[in-house]
């Protein structure tokens, strides 16, 4: 069931689902990966499965399920996995197979732009990234994250500029059961006093040092997926918290949590991975928006039903999909 709810989202993922249906991955198709894997392959060809097959038919992905498991051993068998970690992996499969990038280049190390502005040395970075990593499906998902380092003693502030797949958002505590996405995402952005332990060394004080971390996004993704934390770190162990966390299904705006001034970071919400139960006997379903009706549907394994978007908010969301309202003015 987790695999059929990530599925599901990534189906109604208008772009990447038309990207699968006119069979333009075959072009991208790079020898690189295609003698070991055809998980891009068989993705389409689910896809396109779930899009014209009749509406009482439900489409069984046990073709699918067994090149994921070629590709990702952990995923063998019919054990509860974590649909997260699932998604990472799914994206991360389908990105090698199609990703344009052939003969990589040496690694040059981001030392040697520490001199340049924030925004320029985030943009070589970015430019770095992508004469590695380019494709279709890093196009869609892959947005850039700014971490600055400040240290309490000397003042002086390093940056780092990363890729990211999507963001996983503590869930905020408050006195009452209910939060808003917005206090998730400002407990991510929030500083961090790094003390104790976690000291970093300062490159200039060439010491460890207290000093404070903080997280803003530098490039905003077309497609934005949130992942609510909501499991502790220890597995074994673990606990689930089923905060309701209340977020917009419309125009979500998030300039405030952005590394530079930018015109336009508002996204739509059009699918919600949920997990109901416990961490030891859980259960996912979807919610998704179809892309060409707009209307919503509740998939639960063989079972899809017509939903309400009243309906689509609730404790159980664990993973949001979010498309940005207007690619054409990504910064």
């Given at each position: ?7 599901q989202c ?5 772009e990447?689902r038309?990207?699968?249906l006119q ?20 993705f389409?060809?689910?896809?396109q499965?779930?899009?014209?097959s ?11 399920k067994t ?19 699932f998604?990472r992996?799914?994206l991360d499969g ?7 990038i052939?003969?990589r ?6 030392d ?5 502005p ?7 970075m970015?430019?770095?990234y ?17 971490s600055?380092l ?11 500029f990363d ?10 505590k ?6 808003n ?11 961090d006093?790094l ?11 060439k ?14 993704p077309?497609i ?14 673990s ?24 015109n336009h ?6 699918a919600v991975s ?10 996912y ?12 549907h509740?998939?639960n394994d063989?079972?899809?039903t017509?939903l309400s ?5 609730s404790s159980?969301?664990?993973?949001l999909?979010?498309?940005l309202?207007?690619?054409s003015?990504?910064?």
């Amino acid at each position: 069931c987790f695999m059929n709810s990530i599925l599901q989202c990534l189906s109604n993922t208008k772009e990447l689902r038309d990207y699968c249906l006119q069979n333009q991955y075959v072009r991208d198709l790079n020898n690189n990966s295609r003698m070991q894997m055809n998980l891009m392959a068989e993705f389409a060809k689910l896809i396109q499965a779930l899009w014209t097959s009749s509406p009482n038919e439900s489409v069984s992905p046990s073709e699918f399920k067994t090149q994921i498991q070629r590709y990702a051993p952990r995923f063998v068998g019919y054990n509860q996995q974590d649909a997260q970690e699932f998604l990472r992996f799914l994206l991360d499969g389908l990105h090698s197979e199609v990703n344009r990038i052939l003969v990589r280049p040496k690694g040059g190390s981001s030392d040697s732009l520490d001199h340049l502005p924030d925004e320029e040395k985030g943009r070589q970075m970015w430019m770095r990234y992508l004469a590695r990593e380019d494709s279709r499906i890093g196009d869609l998902f892959v947005g850039q994250l700014k971490s600055s380092l400040t240290c309490s003693v000397c003042g002086h502030c390093s940056t780092a500029f990363d890729p990211f797949w999507d963001l996983s958002l503590p869930i905020a505590k408050k006195s009452y059961g209910e939060v808003n996405l917005a206090d998730c995402l400002r407990l991510f952005t929030k500083e961090d006093i790094l003390d104790g332990d976690e000291k970093p060394t300062c490159c200039h004080c060439k010491a460890r040092t207290k000093c404070t971390k903080k997280f803003s996004i530098q490039r905003f993704p077309k497609i934005l997926v949130l992942h609510l934390k909501r499991f502790s770190e220890a597995r074994i162990r673990s606990s689930k918290l089923t905060t309701f966390v209340n977020f917009p299904l419309k125009d979500l705006d998030l300039r405030e949590f952005a590394s530079q001034s930018c015109n336009h970071a508002v996204y739509n919400l059009y699918a919600v991975s949920n997990h109901s139960g416990t961490t030891m006997g859980g259960h996912y379903t979807a919610y998704c928006k179809n892309p060409v009706s707009g209307e919503w549907h509740a998939f639960n394994d063989s079972r899809v039903t017509p939903l309400s978007a009243s309906h689509v908010r609730s404790s159980d969301a664990y993973l949001l999909f979010y498309e940005l309202s207007s690619p054409s003015s990504r910064m």
